[in-house]
């Protein structure tokens, strides 16, 4: 007879993802007293602790995360190049975009990225690094976005001090001006493909079109054909039917640049933020190495290099956002039963919700084991865009208990909302720490009235 499982001696470890390698949880863990908890290695971090500690709302990197899924995926690439025998380079760059906290970028580089940038701005921080030894010279650097004049002197600056800066041509106006670059440089192309993104095709307005890219003239430098297809693909087949696209254009290419010898292939790659059945890298990079291979043994042309810029992948697991819920207020219609107001706010801290309608894994992160509840969450701006709900579903999470903090988790927030984040009602953006090798270290303190009333011209006289 199967035994019945008490609510008690349920699997809440099962029960709120944890623990799975293929969602990306495979780091936490729920404490034996209901608290989520991060293990990396020997050490153990209670996240439930720390938010108590340092307050909310928080943001905890961990480094190990960045460190170990890069690692991973160096590894499965060089690891089918050599098992299909593909004779040809791999590169991984870091597109900055995507995070550009120094403690993103700095493991990384030392994993071995390394790295696009799509500003002037962004290179501004590549030169300090440079300057401050923090790489290793023979990196490569691409660069993306339209070039004012400050960032191609920064370019040329960059090239000058030694630098292997790669410029990629970015609208027909770049092509004169690069064709005279003392460097390699690269083009991107709009590529004619519909790939399953949120991304509207229609009105895609980078890079060349393929018209463009194949009536360039001979360039003596020319080395990279890179393309994006946008971000979060949610099929294999669509980075499958982009690479065979792109083999076209490159091989056709290739016949007036000789050159020309990397395909880079962009980002996109997405991220199982709803955990359920996804994609995997470790399949995909098979794939994609053979698929290479197949098409230029059919076209009799040399295996291009490799380059991958997949960001939301590495960097979205590597942090999670912690609020306290200040608030409960009873809902008489809908799907979920109350709204929990949060100390900060999805719409300045977690963009993407009101933005793209992102969805994210909410968990709590202490009373796991509690009894729980359908709840909508609401932010503390006074914006009624300012909520989650799960795209009109609802999160479970536990009923709050008289005199206790409940505190809500929000998984894999990595990717892009640092730099999307904004100042709404004047709140300010969440702490973040990281915990990296058994010590957690503030990187960015609470933002105090001081400092938010600066950032709007308000510099100590408030008249
Ligand atoms: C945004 C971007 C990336 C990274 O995209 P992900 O979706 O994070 O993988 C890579 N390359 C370019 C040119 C981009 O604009």
Redesign the pocket.
Known sequence: MKKKIKKSGRNWKKFWKLGVEEWNTQFLDVSKDGELSAIEGNHIYNLNDLARKYGTPLQVVFPFVLEDRLKDLLGYFQAYMKIYGYKGKFFYHY?M??NQNREFVLPLLSEGANL?V?SANELWIVKRMWEGEKFNSKIRVLC?GPKTSQYLSLVEELRSKGMNIVPIIEGPEEIERLSRYKGDVGVRVDLDVKADTKWDKKFDRFGLSEKEVLNLPKMKNLKILHY?LG??IKTQKSILDGIKRAMDIYETLQKTNPSLDTLDI????GVPYEKKKFYTAKTVSSKIIKSIKNISDRKGIKYPNLAV?????IVAPAQVTIYKVISEKHISKGNAKSWYVIDGSFMNDLKDTWAVHQKWHVIPANNMHGSLAPIWLAGSTCDSDDKYTAGGNYVMLPKLRDGEDQLVAVLDTG?CQDGLASHHCLLSLPMKISAKDGTVSIIRKRETPEHIGRLFGWNGEHK
């Open positions: 597109p975009k995507v696009e799509t993306n994006h971000s979060q962009g980002g996109g790659f810029e997949w960001g939301q992948y990717w």
